[in-house]
């Protein structure tokens, strides 16, 4: 393939003739990296089994780990999903467009390539002003994982669109980093209670607010209903250690043992308390805002790794809101 085009775009007003291009690349069957509000994404035809193929091939993903169906409006929507549940309907409508994934009984339209398999599609309505304009140029729906290498942490730059997938991708669209800096959340609305199979951007408490008790089930195990999370995910090359927020002694002693037995470590944090142990470029501090750290926590795994880090010591943050989204990456990074 020739080389990859990253096109600068304009975030909150895009420019057509530049959607356009991207949309062109879409239709005949090649694939987009195209921005989000969570993260960047790798775009392909929905419909196109040898463009839906390729986002499989140039991942590295295996097969069985269906993907998301990005949609700009209701047409499309009733194109992909057979039977939209109340509370499904009440959720599109509080947090659509935003980052929110709906799991939904699927039509035959839908390639079992795409849901692999499964008997549901999953389908989100991004909140990006260039994600939008790009799929109603297209026309029709469009896949959109990640658009990372396969474990890797999500892309929330172009430019990691770019390292990971250099070559193979014609287009990538670049309107700057990401606002959320963390995947969607994937909710099950065919059981009930709605079923959280991946935490995500938007908080339980949100949902919660607007449908009622829902359950979260993110371990991919018990029934198979969200494959992906099966799999190690979101991790830099260096491992990845994790300590409780404010451990002051725990993180001090671990720094200290790693140093001594020869790596290269780096550190993330975001409290005051180990803010005070800064010791040069390797050690970053985060600001506490939890939105602000999930905005740079990938980045942040991406430079360390640059800085050829071995070791990635992270300070948890509180379970709550966002930062449950933020633990459960940091523990699959962490293998656990
Ligand atoms: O924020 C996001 O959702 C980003 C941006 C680009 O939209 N996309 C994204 O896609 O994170 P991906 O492919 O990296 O993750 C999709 C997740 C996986 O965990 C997958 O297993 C799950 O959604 N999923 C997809 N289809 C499903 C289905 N029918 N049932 C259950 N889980 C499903
Ligand atoms: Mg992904």
New binding site residues.
Partial sequence: MADTKILAVNAGNPEPEVIEQAAAVLRGGGLVGFP?E????LGADVLNLDAVRSVFRVKGRPGD????V?VSGTRQLDDVVDEIPDKGKMLGEAFWPG?L?L?MKRTILVSDLV??G?D???V?M?GHPVALALIRAFGEGIV????NLSGRP?PTTAQHVYDDLRGQVEIILDAGPTTIGL??T?V?VTTEPPMI??L??LTKERIEEVIGQVEIDTAGSRNA?????RYRHYAPRAQVMLVRHEDREGFAALLQEQRQSGKIVGCIVHSPLLAKLETGDSFRVLPSSIEIFARHLFRTLRELDALRAEVIIVEGVPEQGLGATVMDRLRRASNG
Avoid at 65 to 68: A, H, K, M, S, W
Avoid at 225 to 229: K, Q
Wanted: aromatic share 2%.
């Fill in positions: 989000t969570t993260v960047y994404g780990n269906p993907l998301i990005h980052p994934t799991v849901t692999a499964l549901t599609v999953a989100r991004p959109g994982p990640s658009a999500s995947e969607s994937v099950d199979l991946r995500g951007g209903r969200s494959p992906g999370t």
